[in-house]
C-alpha cells in the first residue's frame, strides 16, 4: 500500500513527456486522459491523413535517411517522412535496394526519428526480411517499429505472400503501407528498373493489387512508375490514398526522395541523368562542390582558418611563460613558432597590405 502510494506520487511530480513516447499514432481523445487533441504543429497521424485524403488535400511525403534531413522535412512541414531501402543505393552506393539489411535500416530509422517530431514516419522492411512468411514479416515489422522508433511499415508488392504479410502485420496493430507498380526489390523478376502498367494485363494488375493491398489493411498505396491513366483509375477505385512517384498528377499525394529533389546526386544507375519524373527544385549538389573547391583552395593557400576562424586566445602573459617553459625543455623552435604565431595572429596583416605583398 504505502509502495503504491510513494508511486503514484513519484508519477504526479514527473513530466508527461518523460513517459509518453513521441509517436504519432499515440491515441487521442482517450478516456484514460491520453494526449490532447493534436494541433497543426504536432505529429500527423493516420486519421489526419484520412482526413486530407477526404478533402482531396494533397499529402506531401520525402524519402530521408538521417538525422539532418529529418530536422528540413519536419521545419518544410512536409507531411510522411518514409526511410526507404533506397537508403542501399543513396546512401551506402550499392546498385539496388536488395543489399541492405534490417540492422542496417534501424539506423536510419533511429536517426530520422530523433530529427523528424511532425511527419508521420514509415519504414522499409527490406528485401529478404519478410518473405519467408507472416511470422518473419510481423517480426521485422515489429522491430521497425520498437527500434526504429517508426510509426508504420512499408512492403513491397501484391503476391499472394505479400498479401498475406500486410494483413498479418496489420493484424499485429501496425500500420502498413503497400506499394505497387514498379517494385525495386523485384528487379530480378522485372528485369530491371522498369516502368508498370504499360499493356492492358500490366495496367489491371496494377489496380488489382492496390485493392488487394486495401483489402488487407493497408492505410495507402505508393504507385510508381505507371502511367497517369493507371493511377488515376487506382486512385479512383480505392478508398485509401495513393501515394505517386513517377505516376503523373492524379494521385493523393507525392513522393520523391530528397537528395533527388534537391539535386544533390543520383542514383548509381541513374549516374549521368536525373530519374525522369523527379524534378529538381534546388542543384545543391553544384552548390556542395563548389564550396568543397573553395575549401581546398583556401587551405592550400594558407587563408583558411586565419584569425577570424582562430578564435581562442591565450594572454600575452601566458605567451612568455609559456615560452619560457618551452626554451627550459630545449624546445627552441617549438617556442620560436609560438611567438610567430602569437604575432600574426594579434597582428593580421591588413588587406592592402596582404595585396601590395603579393603584388610584389
Known amino acids: 500500500m504505502a509502495f503504491s502510494t510513494i508511486s503514484r506520487a513519484f508519477l504526479a511530480s514527473r513530466p508527461t513527456s518523460l513517459f509518453l513516447r513521441c509517436m ?14 493534436q494541433s497543426p504543429n504536432q505529429r500527423v497521424t493516420l486519421t489526419h491523413l484520412r ?13 530521408a535517411y538521417d538525422y539532418p534531413s ?11 517522412c518514409l ?8 546512401v551506402h552506393g550499392y ?5 541492405i539489411s534490417v540492422d542496417e535500416m534501424l539506423v536510419h530509422c533511429r536517426a530520422v526519428a530523433r530529427g523528424a517530431k511532425r511527419p508521420l514516419l514509415i519504414g522499409d522492411l527490406p528485401f529478404g526480411s519478410y518473405e519467408s512468411s507472416s511470422t518473419q514479416a510481423v517480426d521485422t515489422a515489429v522491430r521497425i517499429l520498437k527500434e526504429g522508433g517508426m510509426d508504420a511499415i512499408k512492403l513491397e508488392g501484391g503476391s499472394p505472400s505479400r498479401i498475406n504479410a500486410a494483413k498479418a502485420i496489420v493484424e499485429a496493430g501496425i500500420a502498413v503501407m503497400g506499394h505497387v507498380g514498379l517494385t525495386p526489390q ?11 502498367g504499360k499493356n492492358v494485363a500490366s495496367a489491371v494488375k496494377v489496380v488489382e493489387t492496390a485493392l488487394a493491398l486495401q483489402e488487407a489493411g493497408c492505410f495507402s498505396v505508393v504507385l510508381e512508375c505507371v502511367p497517369p491513366p493507371v493511377a488515376a483509375a487506382a486512385t479512383s477505385a480505392l478508398r485509401i490514398p495513393t501515394i505517386g512517384i513517377g505516376a503523373g498528377p492524379f494521385c493523393s499525394g507525392q513522393v520523391l526522395v530528397y537528395h533527388d529533389l534537391l539535386g544533390m546526386l543520383q542514383h548509381p544507375h541513374h549516374a549521368k541523368v536525373t530519374p525522369k519524373f523527379c524534378k529538381q527544385y534546388a542543384r545543391v549538389g553544384d552548390v556542395i562542390n563548389k564550396a568543397l573547391v573553395e575549401y ?3 587551405v592550400s593557400s594558407g587563408k583558411f582558418p586565419g584569425p577570424a576562424f582562430s578564435p581562442y586566445k591565450i594572454s ?17 623552435k617549438a617556442a620560436s613558432a609560438a611567438a610567430e604565431a602569437s604575432e600574426k595572429i594579434e597582428k593580421p596583416e591588413s588587406p592592402v597590405a596582404d595585396e601590395q605583398r603579393k603584388s610584389d
Open 24 to 37: 504519432s499514432n499515440v491515441p487521442e481523445n482517450t478516456v484514460y486522459g491520453g494526449p490532447k487533441v
Open 83 to 90: 526511410v526507404g531501402d533506397s537508403a542501399a543505393m543513396v
Open 70 to 80: 529529418a530536422v528540413h522535412l519536419d521545419t518544410a512541414g512536409i507531411d510522411i
Open 51 to 63: 482526413q486530407k485524403h477526404k478533402k482531396g488535400e494533397p499529402i506531401t511525403v520525402v524519402t
Open 95 to 99: 546498385d539496388t535496394t536488395l543489399p
Open 186 to 196: 523485384a528487379i530480378s523478376v522485372l528485369g530491371g528498373f522498369r516502368p508498370q
Open 316 to 332: 600575452s602573459t601566458d605567451v612568455s611563460a609559456f615560452l619560457n617553459e618551452l626554451q627550459k625543455l630545449g624546445l627552441d
Open 296 to 298: 581546398k583552395e583556401e
